[in-house]
């Protein structure tokens, strides 16, 4: 079945660093990947709409100099969050919709970021 | 707007009972998709299923259920029998039939104690 990959699984970084997080869809091409952020007991809200050869488009109330997304290839899009800050640290998913006969979203198994 | 409310923020069961957890949905789209996702303590979403608004028939998968009802806007999810292995966080997500974006829920964490 198709499956949707993160890397890395976990990080730590200092703050005021660059981290960057990768996705990628590992048996399908997809033009669009999405970026959710959960933090702890809460649900998955969408950040932004990761768009293939074009700028991605962002929710409300997220900041897109501070969380820069870049959907290189039709496999690969990456979230990197820029100066990083202890508020930021959260849990980042990314999803993947595969179209066909039955459309059908597959998700990465999250990237757990601490900011300290 | 699209809104998608579960109400029970936390359960807790004893192993072999039954257990159903709620799901209402806001949508002005005629077309939309529900789905529920099961989330265990690794943190990956796990997809249980998806119904369109067009198919209000019931569904069942083993121990799982799902009861569909436009007339109540509701997409609830039973477990019968439930188990230690189904403890873990369940999220409710709508897509409306245009969009590819996913609605959640606040989710429901579930605790089946043995």
């Known amino acids: 079945g198709a499956v949707v990959s993160q890397h890395p699984s976990w990080v730590i970084c200092k703050s005021g660093t660059s981290v960057k997080i990768e996705c990628r869809s590992l048996?399908?091409?997809?033009?669009?990947m999405f970026w959710y952020r959960q933090f702890p007991k809460q649900s998955l809200m969408l950040m932004a709409t990761?768009?293939?050869?074009?700028?991605?488009?962002?929710e409300q109330g997220v900041e897109k100099d501070k969380f820069l997304i870049n959907h290189a290839s039709l496999t690969l899009s990456t979230l990197t969050v820029t100066s990083a800050h202890p508020e930021d640290s959260s849990f980042y998913i990314c999803?993947?919709?595969?179209?066909?006969?039955?459309?059908?979203?597959?998700f990465g198994p999250g990237t757990r970021l601490t900011v300290t | 707007a699209q809104k998608v409310t579960q109400a029970q923020t936390e359960i807790s069961v004893v192993e072999k009972e039954d257990v159903t957890l709620d799901c209402v949905y806001e949508?002005?789209?005629?077309?939309?998709?529900l789905f529920w996702y099961k989330q265990p303590p690794s943190g990956e979403l796990v997809f249980l299923i998806r119904?369109?608004?067009?198919?209000?028939q019931n569904e069942i998968s083993g121990r799982y259920s799902w009861n569909f009802q436009k007339s109540t806007s509701s997409f609830n999810f039973t477990i019968t029998a439930s188990q230690v292995v189904d403890s873990a966080v369940y999220f409710c997500?709508?897509?409306?039939?245009?969009?590819?974006?996913?609605?959640f829920g606040k989710g429901t964490k579930l605790t089946v104690n043995p």
């Open positions: 999803s993947a919709p595969k179209t066909g006969k039955i459309y059908e979203q597959y």
């Open positions: 048996d399908f091409q997809a033009t669009t």
């Open positions: 990761s768009n293939e050869g074009s700028k991605a488009t962002y």
């Open positions: 949508t002005r789209d005629t077309t939309y998709y």
């Open positions: 119904r369109n608004s067009f198919d209000e």
């Open positions: 997500a709508l897509r409306q039939g245009g969009s590819e974006k996913l609605v």
